[in-house]
């Protein structure tokens, strides 16, 4: 089984101590077609990841590949502009890198986001869902020298309730949901969307679960955001392509800066640690 050598985070940590200004509050994961959000933060500093040593390298169209520092509401902001799939690199300790610097770096809450299809019938394309739970599909174990799992609620709840909250002040409609996490890079039959329906998954995508799950056994906040960029296979008529989670991401773009930059703001107000 892979480990991930804790010097390699050690010297990926200590060259962005270097660069970036303060240690971060909040780390932010930007998922496919989500991560223009990031250039319209005040204050912006930002570092390609292509730089940082021993940082993996996203593959993926619409995942750019930097990290950016900013503040709002008086939290330092770590964005991750692009994530690393395991569908890419076949190693999940790439996958979990970044959470791990962002750890090293002294990061207490993560808001991650994603593109997903979506698998309960009364969701359409557009949809923001605020993840309460998640059903892992990858079949993997974590790496060697990450902790296992010990939590079974991964979400925080107060977290959650507030970001609905915002939302409701804002006039932005959000769903709740169950995130179901896939290897990919293929997109699910019909038969596997159905499989999912019947164990309770409201949305289906190709990363988030392995993250989430690390940072949760790391002592983190978690908060989760699906865009629902598409019917899933069966739920839906038209085919599925990379292009159409873009354009659909794109759309809500609007609505998604909105609540996101709420949500970073009120975290000085939730507790971090309401596990």
């Known amino acids: 089984m892979n480990r991930i050598p804790a010097e390699h985070i050690r010297a990926s940590v200590a060259w962005i101590r270097e660069r970036m200004p303060g240690t971060p509050d909040v780390a932010l994961v930007l998922g496919s077609g989500l991560g223009d959000y990031a250039d319209g933060l005040p204050g912006r500093t930002s570092l390609p990841t292509a730089d940082i040593p021993h940082y993996p390298v996203s593959t993926v169209e619409g995942h750019r590949g930097a990290l950016v520092f900013a503040e709002l509401g008086g939290k330092k902001l770590l964005a991750f502009?692009?994530?690393?799939?395991?569908?890419?690199?076949?190693?999940?300790?790439?996958?979990?890198?970044?959470?791990?610097?962002?750890?090293?770096?002294?990061?207490?809450?993560?808001?991650?986001?994603?593109?997903?299809?979506?698998?309960?019938?009364?969701?359409?394309?557009?949809?923001?869902?605020?993840?309460?739970?998640?059903?892992?599909?990858?079949?993997?174990?974590?790496?060697?020298?990450?902790?296992?799992?010990?939590?079974?609620?991964?979400?925080?709840?107060?977290?959650?309730?507030?970001?609905?909250?915002?939302?409701?002040?804002?006039?932005?409609?959000?769903?709740?949901?169950?995130?179901?996490?896939?290897?990919?890079?293929?997109?699910?039959?019909?038969?596997?969307?159905?499989?999912?329906?019947?164990?309770?998954?409201?949305?289906?995508?190709?990363?988030?679960?392995?993250?989430?799950?690390?940072?949760?056994?790391?002592?983190?906040?978690?908060?989760?955001?699906?865009?629902?960029?598409?019917?899933?296979?069966?739920i839906g008529s038209a085919p599925l392509d990379h292009a159409e989670v873009r354009d659909v991401a794109g759309r809500v773009r609007r609505d998604f800066a909105l609540l996101l930059t709420d949500i970073i703001q009120a975290l000085g107000q939730v507790s971090m640690n309401s596990r």
Not at 106 to 115: E, S, Y
């Open 81 to 234: 502009q692009g994530r690393i799939h395991l569908y890419e690199c076949n190693d999940l300790t790439m996958v979990l890198y970044p959470i791990l610097v962002a750890a090293g770096l002294g990061v207490r809450a993560l808001v991650v986001t994603n593109a997903a299809g979506g698998i309960n019938r009364q969701f359409a394309p557009g949809d923001l869902m605020l993840i309460t739970d998640q059903i892992d599909l990858m079949f993997e174990r974590l790496p060697a020298g990450v902790p296992s799992a010990r939590h079974t609620r991964l979400y925080d709840e107060t977290l959650t309730g507030r970001a609905e909250e915002l939302a409701r002040k804002r006039g932005i409609p959000v769903r709740r949901g169950v995130y179901a996490g896939v290897k990919g890079p293929s997109y699910e039959t019909a038969a596997e969307v159905e499989m999912i329906h019947r164990l309770g998954g409201d949305a289906v995508g190709m990363s988030t679960v392995k993250e989430v799950l690390c940072a949760s056994e790391l002592g983190m906040t978690v908060l989760g955001i699906s865009c629902i960029t598409n019917k899933a296979t069966g």
